[in-house]
């Protein structure tokens, strides 16, 4: 038997009907702070494993020709994981457009930063609190986006843009994933009370080539193939504008 999907089409309509825009600004401003998070502990543990195996870099140098081309690797390499978990979230909090708000993630992480660095150097606190902000693996400063040209400066950019839109669109997917695993009848309690039905009855009706709940094929029509899937939790009731039937797998 199919099961029912919801596509990245039908999440845009349902959020039109609602109306709301592509893009949800608390996904993205989530999705950030995870990134800005992310980044702050996997960096520490890429450094603990690269020392270990005598490779002397410092990821949250504020200088990217010091980071060097070994240390602008793994700089690119977390990055681009820390904001695969960034535009994940936003993705999945956004339920649509997940590309999109995964991109607004590289974006907005970019601008976030260098406001607060500029803000903060302006106020005139010590130097200590902008070195901070620049250990967060973006560029804030002017001589910092002097030196992107360096392997450290293309692989921090290259990391966020592309771990940020892989994770938009992962974060987003997982809905249908979910809609798909909550219609199909091999999954959950359903499932449960079909394992249990006897075996030999099983194999009969497999041989007769008969549902196994008993009907003959031309009396289950496809309204009663949307109820047999239909989730068995009253909390969660299916409600898919221009739903479409995928292939049977």
């Given at each position: 038997m199919?099961?029912?999907?919801?596509?990245?089409r039908?999440?845009?309509?349902?959020?039109e009907?609602?109306?709301?825009?592509?893009?949800?600004?608390?996904?993205?401003?989530?999705?950030v702070?995870?990134?800005?998070?992310?980044?702050?502990?996997?960096?520490?543990?890429?450094?603990?494993?690269?020392?270990?195996?005598?490779?002397?870099?410092y990821?949250?140098?504020?200088?990217?020709?010091?980071?060097?081309?070994?240390?602008?690797?793994?700089?690119?390499?977390?990055?681009?994981?820390?904001?695969?978990?960034?535009?994940?979230?936003a993705?999945?909090?956004?339920?649509?457009?997940?590309?999109?708000?995964?991109?607004?993630?590289?974006?907005?992480?970019?601008?976030?930063?260098?406001?607060?660095?500029?803000?903060?150097?302006?106020?005139?606190?010590?130097?200590?609190?902008?070195?901070?902000?620049?250990?967060?693996g973006?560029?804030?400063?002017?001589?910092?986006?002097?030196?992107?040209?360096?392997?450290?400066?293309?692989?921090?950019?290259?990391g966020?843009?592309?771990?940020?839109?892989?994770?938009?669109?992962?974060g987003?997917r997982?809905?249908s994933?979910?809609?798909?695993?909550?219609?199909?009848?091999?999954?959950?309690?359903e499932?449960?009370?079909r394992?249990?039905?006897?075996?030999?009855?099983?194999?009969?009706?497999?041989?007769?080539g008969m549902?196994?709940?008993?009907?003959?094929?031309?009396?289950?029509?496809?309204?009663?193939?949307?109820?047999?899937?239909?989730?068995?939790?009253?909390?969660f009731?299916?409600?898919?504008?221009?739903?479409?039937?995928?292939?049977?797998?």
């Amino acid at each position: 038997m199919g099961t029912i999907v919801e596509d990245r089409r039908e999440r845009l309509a349902l959020a039109e009907d609602a109306g709301l825009g592509r893009v949800s600004g608390t996904s993205v401003l989530t999705g950030v702070l995870v990134g800005y998070g992310a980044f702050a502990v996997l960096a520490g543990i890429a450094a603990a494993v690269l020392r270990a195996i005598n490779v002397d870099v410092y990821l949250g140098e504020d200088s990217f020709r010091r980071t060097g081309a070994a240390g602008g690797i793994a700089l690119g390499v977390v990055l681009f994981v820390s904001y695969l978990f960034g535009g994940y979230v936003a993705g999945r909090m956004a339920r649509r457009a997940g590309a999109t708000n995964g991109l607004m993630v590289f974006a907005f992480g970019l601008l976030i930063a260098i406001a607060v660095a500029a803000v903060v150097q302006a106020s005139g606190v010590t130097n200590d609190v902008v070195r901070q902000l620049r250990s967060l693996g973006v560029p804030t400063s002017a001589d910092q986006w002097s030196q992107i040209g360096t392997v450290a400066g293309i692989a921090s950019l290259a990391g966020m843009l592309f771990g940020s839109l892989l994770g938009g669109m992962m974060g987003e997917r997982w809905h249908s994933k979910l809609v798909a695993r909550a219609l199909d009848p091999h999954v959950g309690p359903e499932a449960v009370v079909r394992a249990a039905r006897p075996k030999a009855l099983r194999a009969e009706e497999r041989r007769q080539g008969m549902p196994e709940d008993g009907r003959q094929p031309d009396e289950i029509d496809i309204t009663e193939k949307r109820k047999a899937a239909a989730p068995r939790r009253g909390r969660f009731q299916a409600r898919i504008r221009g739903g479409k039937q995928a292939p049977a797998s």
